[in-house]
């Protein structure tokens, strides 16, 4: 137990350290270690007295770690040493260390409540919208494919205090959405993408159309009940691409063909399936086709093409064998893994498609 003295005495050295800005603590050590070292030199101290030595000495003595190889041999530089450097310099090695200690609280305190700024982040993934069910699952799909390449996620939320996911997320709290100052804090313009996850569609109309005016404007991921929001927003921003839920859909093709709500499932969850992936074209290969490209997939790879999107055109499911795939073209594809451009064995893909 603690006696209720020392408690106020250590009280007292916290509150008192917390109100020294980091400079003015600074120039204090700066000023001992002058005043220490001319005193030494004034008592006729030679041998802690050179510059060289001394501020090895100084930093061992502060620390309290006391080596022993350099210390004063004359009664003035012993006598310097016990009145003035021991205390001082604890003093002050305890004071830096109390306040590097506050400054890494404060920092994170601030971070966990969402006070932090991530504006000078880039190609990371920020997800604006907090749900307390779908939110931590979507966060959770997203670090599932450790192949995809980010610079890490920042939950943009109002209405809660505290990050709710420390471990996975940054947190950027914001009083209500939209808000741009919460989108620069979020570093919303330079993100690889935003979803926006919004409590209502229009909320989320909102959010998104403050996103799209941004300057770079991200990648646009939204989330809709109503396919008439979804379709406003795409009138406005033609690249956000927008999710509708599908749930009649789903119930219609299920209730005719059994199994089809498991396959949906599948496809689109990379926890416990294989499932589906995007994949560009690179730069320098040509001579492929939709054909060719799908037979020799699935047999180097057991990956199987779905769709394609050429340049400039819409997203093609189940495309015919002779539409042409070129450099810059994405392929969707079924598989266990993410496959990367550079894995892809694009020359012999070509000449797999000239055989068929």
């Not at 001319?38 to 101290?45: I, M, N, Q, S, T």
């Not at 770690?65 to 009145?83: C, H, N």
């Not at 969850?269 to 294989?274: E, G, L």
């Amino acid at each position: 137990m603690q006696h209720p003295l020392w408690h106020r005495v250590v009280a007292a050295i916290y509150r008192h350290v917390a109100t020294v800005s980091w400079p003015a603590l600074l120039l204090m050590v700066l000023v001992h270690l002058t005043l220490s070292w001319f005193a030494f030199l004034l008592v006729g101290e030679d041998k802690a007295g050179d510059l060289d030595s001394f501020w090895y000495y100084y930093v061992v003595t502060a620390t309290t770690i006391g080596y022993g190889d350099i210390s004063p041999v004359t009664v003035g530089g012993r006598l310097v040493a016990v009145l003035w450097i021991i205390p001082g310099g604890i003093a002050l090695f305890t004071a830096v260390i109390t306040k590097l200690v506050q400054s890494i609280a404060k920092l994170w305190n601030m971070r966990m409540r969402g006070e932090g700024d991530y504006g000078d982040m880039e190609d990371h993934i920020v997800i604006i919208g907090w749900n307390r069910e779908r939110t931590p699952r979507l966060v959770s799909l997203l670090h599932a494919d450790r192949r995809y390449d980010h610079a890490g996620i920042v939950l943009l939320a109002s209405g809660i205090e505290a990050n709710p996911l420390p471990d996975h997320v940054r947190f950027v709290r914001v009083e209500s959405l939209p808000s741009d100052e919460g989108l620069r804090r979020a570093g919303a313009a330079t993100a690889e993408s935003v979803i926006i996850l919004a409590a209502s569609d229009n909320e989320t109309l909102a959010v998104a159309l403050s996103v799209g005016a941004l300057d770079p404007a991200p990648r646009i991921v939204a989330h809709f009940d109503s396919g008439k929001v979804a379709n406003l927003l795409r009138s406005h921003c033609p690249s956000a691409e927008c999710s509708v839920s599908l749930s009649l859909e789903i119930l219609a093709r299920s209730a005719q063909d059994p199994g089809s709500s498991e396959v949906q499932r599948q496809i689109v969850s990379p926890v416990d399936s294989p499932t589906q992936y995007r994949l560009v074209v690179p730069a320098g290969v040509g001579g492929l086709d939709y054909g060719g490209a799908f037979s020799f997939f699935k047999i180097r790879y057991d990956a199987t093409i779905i769709a394609i999107q050429r340049l400039g055109h819409a997203v093609e499911v189940n495309a015919e064998r002779a539409t042409p795939v070129a450099a810059g073209d994405a392929l969707y594809f079924l598989a266990a893994h993410r496959l990367l451009p550079d894995e892809i064995d694009w020359p012999a893909c070509a000449i797999a498609g000239q055989g068929t």
